[in-house]
């Protein structure tokens, strides 16, 4: 941890022959999948957000006692973090805590703390919610599920804890609009990139917010708070999974003629638990996985992506414009 002593001594990771065909590789087993932290297993409680007044931490959980550190100077993104290069080191359990180690310096955390060896710092861990987790929707808002029933989607499914499952989208289409959703996140620690809780809120069947476990990873534009093939979020505001997550969305429609020609790009601001992780984007066309490929003077309906994963959605509501 060369970089992280630095960081925290300055302010404070043959041709002829007959063909046959080769027999079909088997397929991998599916990463188990957990859904409460009762049942996600002894790691994770290790896996989440340490800080203090000077630095922010992530512990992410990846399967078989195995861990990444990821610091961030300043304190944790979104509140505090200066945006400077992120140090990341890997680290094994030890005992009933974790052992992170390079050959130069070493953090150990236990007891909910994380201890940096070299200066004796430590971070308490913490557990954010996004400032519009439970906002109410306003008096002319459309209310697209708020656990009662599952009436405004096309083959809506409500599951056993009252929560609407992905692969469903909105029997109303929209135009311009704000909306407001509330996703929540299954831990599945040997999952890697797209496998790890895969979903997305699609902008009239035709532009994806992506929908991913992405926490303390790089922040790209598949991850959380990205839009697919457009634009990696400002900053990673992915929390840790199992814990409910916000999308405030302002979305504007591409503009045609009465031609049809497109006269004018769709925009969209979105804010990720609470910061703007997008910021009056312009949109470079439909986004691929949609089931509209193409922009045409049409409004369109809300898509929450079903990518074989549990992820559930609450509090969906949508102003029109």
Same mark, same amino acid.
């Given at each position: 941890?060369? #970089?992280?002593? #630095? ?10 022959? @007959?063909?046959?065909?080769?027999? !079909? ?16 297993? @002894? ?29 961030? /100077? ?24 974790? =052992? ?44 697209? +599920? ?5 009436? !405004? ?7 056993? $804890? ?6 469903? =989208? ?10 407001? *959703?509330? +996703? +929540?996140? @299954? ?8 496998? $790890?809780?895969?979903?997305? *809120? ?31 979020? /400002? ?26 020609? /497109?006269?004018?790009? !769709?925009?969209?601001?979105? $804010? ?10 312009? #949109?470079?066309? !439909? ?31 949508? *102003?029109?414009?």
């Amino acid at each position: 941890m060369r #970089l992280l002593a #630095l960081l925290l001594t300055t302010s404070l990771f043959a041709a002829d022959a @007959p063909k046959t065909k080769a027999p !079909a590789a088997p397929h991998a087993p599916e990463p188990p999948t957990y859904l409460t932290a009762d049942t996600a297993g @002894p790691d994770f409680p290790l896996q989440g957000e340490y800080a203090n007044e000077k630095m922010g931490a992530d512990v992410i959980a990846l399967g078989d006692d195995n861990f990444r550190l990821v610091l961030h /100077k300043g304190g944790l993104p979104g509140a505090g973090w200066d945006g400077s290069a992120k140090i990341e080191v890997d680290g094994k359990r030890d005992g009933a805590g974790v =052992k992170f180690q390079d050959k130069i310096d070493s953090a150990v955390l236990a007891d909910g703390k994380l201890v940096i060896k070299s200066t004796g710092m430590v971070l308490t861990r913490t557990v954010r919610h996004s400032p519009t987790e439970g906002l109410a929707a306003p008096k002319d808002a459309t209310i697209l +599920f708020d656990g009662k029933n599952a009436d !405004a989607w096309v083959d809506g499914k409500i599951d056993p $804890r009252g929560f609407l499952e992905a692969n469903t =989208k909105t029997k109303h289409a929209f135009t311009d609009f704000t909306l407001h *959703v509330e +996703f +929540f996140l @299954p831990f599945k620690p040997l999952g890697r990139g797209q496998s $790890r809780a895969n979903s997305g *809120v699609y902008l009239q069947h035709r532009y994806e917010i992506q929908v991913l476990d992405s926490f303390g990873l790089k922040g790209l534009d598949n991850e959380c708070g990205g839009i697919y093939k457009n634009s990696a979020p /400002k900053v990673n505001m992915c929390f840790p999974p199992l814990q409910w997550q916000t999308y405030d969305v302002n979305f504007t429609a591409a503009k045609f003629d009465k031609d049809g020609k /497109k006269t004018g790009s !769709a925009f969209v601001t979105v $804010r990720h638990n609470g910061v703007v992780v997008q910021d009056n984007l312009e #949109l470079q066309g !439909a986004t691929p996985g949609g089931a509209f490929k193409t922009e045409v003077p049409a409004p369109g309906p809300i898509y929450l992506q079903g990518h074989g994963n549990p992820v559930v959605y609450r509090n969906v509501w949508v *102003v029109a414009k």
